[in-house]
Structure formats: C-alpha cells, structure tokens
C-alpha cells in the first residue's frame, strides 16, 4: 500500500521456542520493545517497527509436528505458511480451516494473532472455534504451554482465545493446534452478475435455503473493482456485459452429483425470478481457480495506481453498500474524485465477504492527499458508529485503526483491554520503568 515505512537496527530469527524465551526475557529485562512479526502481510501496520523496535520474526520456525488424520487435529509451529499447512493436510484429504489471497506468504501465527476471517470464514467459522490450543511466550520470557488437542476442555479460563487476534501485544505465538475439517471433493464455483445491491441480498437469501449446508462462500464485488482489476490483468472478464454488481458462490460437498443438481436448480430459481442478470459455473479446477482470481486480486489491482485508503467494515447487511454509495458521493462533491489525473482518487470500491456481512470499502488513490483522508476519516468511522458495525472487522487494529476503537468499543471495555494488556506486558507508569515492551504504540 506504500504506506507504513519502518525503521529497525536488528531483526531476530528464532529457531526455537527457547530462544523466543530468551530474546523477550532478555528485552523486557532491558526494556526494548519488539515487535513479532510473521509473513508480513497485514493491512493494518501491525508488524512494522515504528521507532526503533526489534523486530522478531518467526519464518524460521516452521515445523508441522504430527496430524491426527482421524481427529483432524494439526500441530504445527507458528511460523509455517498457510499455504503450506493447507498443502500438508490436503494430501491427507483434509483442509486447514481458513483461506485468504495472502496465503502463499502469510504465517499461520500471523493468521492467529490477527484472527484472520478470510475466504471460507462462512464454512469454517472463526479461528476461535478452530485453534485447540497454542504455546506463546510471554513478555517476560515465560512459556504458556496450552497446546491442548482437544475440542472440548472447560476446565477454568480459555486463555488461549486472548492471543488470538492480540495482534502480538501480550505475546508471540510459537506454536499451534488447529482442528482441520475434512475436506471436500466436490467443489463448484458460480460467477454471477447482478442488476443491484437488493439483488444482491435476494440471491443470499436463496443461496442459503437451496444450498445451505454445502455453502462454502458468498463473496461480493462491485462493477468498479472488476474494471479495476481488469485494466491492470488485462484479461477478458468471466461475463461477457458489465453489470452493477457480481457474487461468486462456492460449494463445497461430498456428491459432486447431489451438489451440482442443487447448485443448478439453485441457478434455475435466481435466473428464473429474474434475481440475477446472468452467470457462469466453472466446468473444471483451472475454471474454479480463474473464476476466485477475479476476486482474490481485488486488493492488489486496486493499489496499482499509487495507493488505498483502507475500510475493513461490519455492518449489518441491509445497509452493507450503502456506506459505499455515500462516500462516493461525497468524495465526488468535495471535488476530489474523477477520471483525469488532476483528482487524487480514482475510484471507491466495495467488495469482500458477504456471507458474513464484512465489506472491504477502499477508495483506491493515484497519491494520498491529506485532503481525501480528511474527507474519509471520521466520516467512514461515524457513519459505521451510527449503524453498531465494526470499524475492523477482520484485519485489525494495528498502527492504522488505533486510533478509532472507541467508534466500535465502549470506554469501559477498552479499559479491560487496557487492564488486560498491563497484566500482561506492564507498564508502570508513575515514574516507575516503563516495560510495556510487546509491539508498543499500536492496537490500545
Ligand atoms: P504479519 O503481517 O507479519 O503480522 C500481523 C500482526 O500479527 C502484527 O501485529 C504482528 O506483530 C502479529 N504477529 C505475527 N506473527 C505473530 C506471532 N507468531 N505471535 C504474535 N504475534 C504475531 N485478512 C483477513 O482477515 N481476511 C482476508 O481475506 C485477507 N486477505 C488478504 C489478502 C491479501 C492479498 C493480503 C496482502 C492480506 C490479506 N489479509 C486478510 C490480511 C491478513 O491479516 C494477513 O494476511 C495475515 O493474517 C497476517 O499474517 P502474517 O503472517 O502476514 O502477519
Ligand atoms: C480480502 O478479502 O481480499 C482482504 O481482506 C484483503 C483486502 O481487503 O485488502
Ligand atoms: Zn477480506
């Protein structure tokens, strides 16, 4: 995004979970903030060094340590790519519970502490169903050694789910369990076009009662980010007219049979009530995997002019376009937002995860302009405040929506994060030494 720029004098390679020990008992003794770091790829700045932090990065620990091909539980060190893990338990016929455009180079670690959601977050759920357990190092250097491998434990507080999406401020996650669900053979994926946003939720609607346990996503892109990504792919698009709104439905079952005489009558019904305007099924894998380019490259052809203004929003479905809508509009008034290079932004896009009522708006830039940010921000925030969303629904805090949790948290449950995180990693304050040595000046 050419955004963050980092500065670092000393980056450290673990290979073990001693030397993760060693390195934060070592610093907090010293009081020098470190900052973990995984396959670098969040959106939100969280692993960059601001200052002059540490930065611990876990690519050398990247282990898978067994698999339980009976009870799908995968043990693996938190510094294995995604793609990796997801390419072991495959072989075995099962698959790792998350997927997302960055997982050639994300960490499964980085996954977790960022509780990533991604592409089959409607299927699989969140990572706090699926991580059974994890080791992490605190900032002091002790070993929580929670690596349960189990579904079900109720024996006191689930410590684990804090790390989780903690964006690595109380701890660096060093290793992993993972329950992996068994996966599917048949696998179909529709492309559809859409006339409107209304059209849009129907063809939810319908997807749900005509597929519904073999629903696996239900994503949604608007006509601006497919002309964006066609210009920089240069590709012919999988429909041949351009329409106002498309969804790309997956399914995901055992009867390639049962599941194609479902998707198809799925097809007749949305075509037939004129809920969708036109449509293609892949026919094959390489199909299935060009029909999820279209949307996985979203995010990457939208920063190819020079950069994006980022929104990762919840907001409940009715009124999930709607934001995208107004801030086109009001980009358009302050004068900031044309076809010529005279104006700095190109385009307001929406996209991202229908299936679960998670929007990514990104007002795509030729430069950023203190103006364009002043037009966006607190609108964007005020707007999702108004209607109870999320300002982040699922990349995080980090450096950039720092500053903006209490539009989505009330005071009194950000001063128990608050109060969490001094437990944890403690800053003293009152002219005491300050520690508070993991990943400073992000998140809370
Ligand atoms: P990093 O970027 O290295 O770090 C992210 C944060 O986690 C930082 O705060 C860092 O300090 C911390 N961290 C990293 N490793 C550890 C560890 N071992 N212990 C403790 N803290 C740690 N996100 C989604 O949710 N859904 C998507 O669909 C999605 N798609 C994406 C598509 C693209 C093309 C890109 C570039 C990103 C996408 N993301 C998405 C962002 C997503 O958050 C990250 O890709 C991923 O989860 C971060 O993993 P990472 O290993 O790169 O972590
Ligand atoms: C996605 O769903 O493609 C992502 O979360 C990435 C993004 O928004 O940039
Ligand atoms: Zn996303």
New binding site residues.
């Given amino acids: 995004m050419h955004k963050y720029r980092g500065q670092c004098r000393l980056v450290l390679k673990p290979a073990s979970t001693d030397e993760v020990s060693r390195i934060l008992r070592y610093c907090n003794d010293e009081m020098l903030a470190v900052?973990?770091?995984?396959?670098?790829?969040?959106?939100?700045g969280?692993?960059v060094p601001v200052f002059d932090e540490i930065v611990v990065n876990?690519s050398r620990m990247n282990k898978i340590h067994s698999f339980d091909d009976v009870g799908g539980c995968l043990v693996l060190d938190?510094?294995c790519i995604l793609e990796v893990a997801d390419q072991f338990v495959a072989e075995r016929g099962y698959v790792f519970p998350l997927d997302?455009?960055?997982k050639g180079?994300?960490?499964?670690?980085?996954?977790?502490?960022?509780?990533?959601?991604?592409?089959r977050f409607l299927r699989y759920g969140s990572l706090h169903g699926s991580v059974l357990g994890m080791e992490?190092v605190l900032p002091d250097g002790t070993v929580l050694d929670d690596m349960c491998t189990l579904r079900k434990n109720n024996t006191g507080y689930d410590l684990k789910q804090l790390?989780i999406g903690?964006?690595?401020?109380i701890?660096?996650?060093?290793k992993l369990s993972v329950l992996c669900p068994q996966r599917s053979p048949a696998v179909n994926v529709a492309f559809l076009g859409l006339s409107s946003y209304q059209k849009a939720q129907q063809a939810f609607r319908e997807a749900k009662a005509h597929l519904s346990e073999i629903l696996s996503a239900f994503e949604l892109m608007d006509a601006k980010s497919q002309q964006l990504v066609r210009a920089v792919r240069k590709e012919k698009h999988p429909l041949d007219d351009e329409h106002p709104f498309y969804c790309l439905i997956e399914t995901s079952g055992s009867n390639g049979e049962h599941d194609y005489a479902k998707l198809e009558a799925f097809l007749e019904s949305v075509m037939s009530n004129d809920v969708v305007s036109d449509g293609i099924v892949a026919q094959d894998a390489s199909q299935i995997k060009s029909l999820w380019t279209w949307r996985?490259s979203v995010?990457?052809c939208i920063g190819h002019w020079g950069g994006v203004y980022k929104y990762?929003v919840s907001i409940p479905l009715s009124d999930m376009y709607t934001i995208v809508d107004d801030v086109k509009a009001r980009l358009t008034e302050a004068g900031l937002l044309g076809e010529t290079d005279e104006y700095p932004v190109l385009g307001a896009v929406g996209y991202g995860?229908m299936g679960d009522s998670n929007l990514h708006l990104n007002v795509a830039v030729r430069r950023y302009d203190k103006k364009v940010e002043q037009a966006l921000e607190p609108f964007v925030y005020e707007w999702i405040e108004k209607r109870k969303g999320s300002i982040s629904a699922?990349?995080?805090l980090?450096l950039a929506k720092k500053n903006f949790i209490k539009y989505s948290r009330n005071d009194t449950t950000v001063g128990l994060m608050k109060q969490i995180k001094h437990l944890y990693d403690p800053a003293l304050g009152g002219g005491l030494p300050q520690n508070g040595i993991m990943?400073p000046y992000?998140?809370i």
Avoid: R, W
């Fill in positions: 900052v973990p770091q995984g396959g670098n790829t969040g959106l939100v969280g692993s876990m938190a510094g997302l455009g960055a180079s994300c960490h499964v670690g980085g996954n977790v502490a960022t509780n990533a959601g991604g592409l992490v790390f903690a964006e690595g401020t701890g660096i996650i060093t996985e995010p990457e990762d995860h699922e990349h995080g980090g990943n992000k998140y």
